[in-house]
């Protein structure tokens, strides 16, 4: 009996990781413009490619229905929408809106240990001059902790599930405009972005509940111009 029931818990954990690598990769290719809009995604197609059965496309086809990136035709698969400016804009009203809420819960009950933490990294990642590659690579990681570590210190269940829910999306469009920007450009955003972090940290750790909302909301409006200027390849307004 208990080998079954592993066996069990194992196939869970295996196809739910199936799903989200099916929605991280065609997430990426429809920010960046590889997939365009209006092009179809048929299910029969999608699971040759991913070599796996129905069950996990048309979850994941869901989940990217659920986030507003495609829109699902009964019996004929789905079809994927523009991003034009005004959905970026809205998209980064939708992230504001959680985010500064989060953040605004968390004040008095983030773990200071781990921002302490957070903050010691986030100073050495400025300090020292890396090689771009593990540098982008490094401040991709401290970006999702933190916004993770304010999430889910928000204790709000709903929140939580929510932000977890955008994250994917949020992140293909942070990827997709680092990789689109010159190696000059992306440097610059990332330093500017990481000194955007460090004053989210420190208003969280003064416990300073305006500041910290303030702090997050410029981090969300500075993004915004930056994707603005990068994901889609021209998106229309």
Avoid at 156 to 164: A, S
């Amino acid at each position: 009996m208990g080998s079954t029931k592993s066996g069990r818990k194992e196939s869970s954990r295996d196809h739910g990781s199936l799903r989200e690598r099916i929605v991280r990769s065609l997430l990426e290719e429809i920010v960046q413009g590889n997939i365009p809009g209006s092009s179809r995604l048929i299910t029969q197609d999608l699971e040759k490619r991913f070599k796996t059965s129905a069950t996990p496309i048309r979850e994941a086809l869901a989940e990217l229905a659920g986030m507003g990136v495609i829109e699902l035709l009964p019996n004929r698969g789905a079809t994927v929408k523009q991003f034009t400016l005004r959905e970026v804009r809205e998209l980064s009203q939708v992230r504001r809106a959680l985010e500064c809420e989060a953040v605004r819960l968390a004040v008095g009950r983030v773990d200071l240990e781990e921002l302490k933490k957070l903050q010691k990294e986030l100073d050495a990642l400025t300090d020292k001059q890396s090689e771009p590659r593990q540098f982008v690579k490094r401040a991709r990681e401290l970006d999702s902790r933190l916004h993770d570590l304010i999430a889910q210190s928000s204790n709000n269940r709903f929140l939580i599930r929510e932000l977890d829910r955008f994250s994917v999306l949020f992140r293909c469009f942070r990827d997709a405009a680092w990789e689109k920007a010159s190696k000059k450009i992306e440097k610059e955003r990332l330093i500017e972005e990481t000194q955007e972090h460090q004053r989210i940290v420190e208003a969280l750790l003064a416990g300073n509940r305006s500041m910290a909302v303030q702090a997050m909301r410029l981090h969300i409006q500075s993004t915004l111009g930056y994707w603005k200027s990068s994901v889609g390849g021209g998106a229309r307004s």
